[in-house]
């Protein structure tokens, strides 16, 4: 695993030399410092942190003082990856100028290396905007999250072959359109693996699936899912590592339990009172 720095132009290179890019999220300090450790690429600081970490049933109440408020708390805990912070909703939709302003704030105040909005031909302009200031962007599409009540839920994209001018014509064009903005790497989120490897072999920057299928030039899950971290069933794409959340209740569990019969703190967990030497008697003189 390479020990130096991961940069922009490290992953045009990744995919150029035909080596997987891995990708997780993170939205804290112990995480980011794991998952840099461990050899991630990039730290994606997700809005997805608006399910997973604050309950929510969406990402869109999520804000930009959030996303700057993890991203911070993941700049702190990272060495090599290269962090990328999620634009939230409504952060660039507005116009292009204001997306130019979040996702400086992004970069000055979120610490982050780069930022990542969701859409495709409807956002190039705006990526083309961000890019302009030379703040690098990846791109989002097919399965994008903050579209959910358009799509009627967190639903595959692109599917359907065949005549209909139909979501996967528009996938592609998606894909062309972030790429020619100038985008340099674009997350295929909820897509067929055909069509995923498809557009990874038309583009020049590197694709990074999530539900996308394995001939990407790269994959990215949540932490959440990846570790087992949420009581809640985890999408059919994602893989579970770990058991954290059966851990972690059963090690509070046990905690509760030692607390209750009194076997913790023993001894050994406790501070003893120091032992105070009274001072000698001063010799009397002569
Ligand atoms: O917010 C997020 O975690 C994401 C990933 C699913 C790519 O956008």
New binding site residues.
């Given amino acids: 695993m390479e020990t130096q720095k991961v940069t922009v132009p490290g992953l045009l290179r990744a995919k150029s030399k035909g080596e997987p890019i891995v990708a997780v ?1 993170a939205y804290d300090f112990p995480f980011a410092r794991i998952a840099d450790e461990a050899g991630v690429d990039f730290i ?1 600081v ?3 942190l608006g399910m997973v970490v604050q309950g929510n049933e969406t ?1 869109l109440p999520v804000t930009m003082d959030e996303v700057i408020y993890h991203s911070r708390m993941v700049a702190r805990g990272r060495r090599r990856a290269l962090i990328v912070a ?1 634009m939230p909703f409504g952060s660039y939709q507005v116009d292009a100028r204001d997306a130019v302003e979040n996702a400086s704030r992004l970069i000055k105040e979120g610490a982050a290396e780069a930022v ?1 909005l969701e859409g495709g031909e409807a956002v190039a302009d705006t990526i083309r905007r961000i890019a302009a200031v030379d703040i690098p962007v990846v791109g ?1 599409i097919g399965l994008t999250p903050q579209s959910v009540h358009r799509m009627g839920g967190h639903k595959v994209q692109g599917r359907r072959r065949g005549s209909a001018p139909g979501q996967r014509d528009r996938v592609l064009s998606d894909a062309m359109a972030v790429e020619d903005a100038g985008a340099f790497a674009v ?1 295929l ?1 909820g897509i067929p693996a055909d069509l995923a490897a498809e557009i990874t072999d038309r583009l020049s920057i590197p694709t990074i699936g ?1 539900g996308a299928g394995p001939q990407c030039d790269g994959q ?1 899950l ?1 932490l959440h899912d990846v570790l087992g971290l949420c009581d809640s069933l985890a999408p059919k794409f994602a893989k579970k590592y770990a058991d954290l959340w059966k851990d972690a209740r059963g090690a509070l569990a046990a905690y509760a339990g030692e607390v209750r019969e009194r076997a913790f703190p023993t001894a050994a967990h406790s501070f003893q009172s120091l032992q105070t030497v009274p001072d000698p008697p001063i010799a009397a003189e002569g």
């Fill in positions: 999220t994606l997700g809005d997805s990402t999620d990542k989002h997350v989120e999530i990215i949540v």
